[in-house]
């Protein structure tokens, strides 16, 4: 695994190491610690790629500490965001996301 790999990718703040590559929906947990990139946003939050077939889903409400009317007036497409991994549903395909959780 890469340095880059090893910086960017953390479970429950340890080395991404430990955790072993990630490569499916099935390695993915909940309380890692990734980070990825926005790929799109839409009125109810932001999707965001963090290296596997599935984007993940930043919903309005987990984007900041403050009220969102616009996803898009915080994150933009192609922007690297950290972000905290709340819900895993690998039979649904579904990765739920917090940008607020990691920032505080």
Do not use: C, W
Request: glycine share 8%.
């Amino acid at each position: 695994m890469s340095e880059e790999n090893i910086e960017k990718n953390s479970y429950e703040g340890k080395s991404n190491a430990a955790v072993d590559e990630i490569s499916s929906i099935d390695d993915i947990r909940q309380g890692m610690l990734l980070i990825g990139t926005v790929t799109n946003t839409t009125k109810f939050g932001a999707f965001v790629n963090v290296g596997i077939k599935e984007t993940g889903l930043v919903h309005i409400s987990e984007i900041a500490n403050q009220f969102v009317v616009d996803p898009a007036d915080f994150v933009q497409i192609g922007q690297e965001v950290k972000v905290l991994v709340t819900d895993v549903d690998p039979s649904r395909g579904r990765i739920s996301l917090s940008i607020k959780r990691v920032e505080g």
